[in-house]
Nanobody
Framework: QVQLVESGGGLVQPGGSLRLSCTASGFTFSSYPMRWYRQPPGKERELVAYINSVGGTTTYTDSVKGRFTISRDNAKAAVYLQMNILKPEDTAVYYC?????????WGRGTQVTVSS
């Protein structure tokens, strides 16, 4: 079965950096685009970043452009989110997501808290 496991979250000061990782199993990872979402406290889940199956195309929500970078390693079946110049408004639970055979799959998420 499809499994996604996020890691790398934590508490960081404003202006700091974190690198999130998501390891995948149960499907042919190299064939599928991947996404990172986040859900701030009390708000809806939102799409943060997208990467196509080979890593040649990436897109970002406007609020993270120039600060976040999505990447993937198909040999390791992993997708990453490098987050720089973090702001308090980046505080959220971050989720890895994939659509496989019309099914939506999510990891359990990793908490990112940006606070001084």
């Amino acid at each position: 079965q499809v499994q996604l496991v996020e890691s790398g979250g934590g508490l960081v000061q404003p202006g700091g950096s974190l690198r999130l990782s998501c390891t995948a199993s149960g499907f042919t990872f190299s064939s599928y685009p991947m996404r990172w979402y986040r859900q701030p406290p009390g708000k809806e889940r939102e799409l943060v970043a997208y990467i196509n199956s080979v890593g040649g195309t990436t897109t970002y929500t406007d609020s993270v452009k120039g600060r976040f970078t999505i990447s993937r390693d198909n040999a390791k079946a992993a997708v990453y989110l490098q987050m720089n110049i973090l702001k308090p408004e980046d505080t959220a639970v971050y989720y890895c997501h994939v659509i496989v055979r019309a099914g939506n799959y999510w990891g359990r998420g990793t908490q990112v808290t940006v606070s001084s």
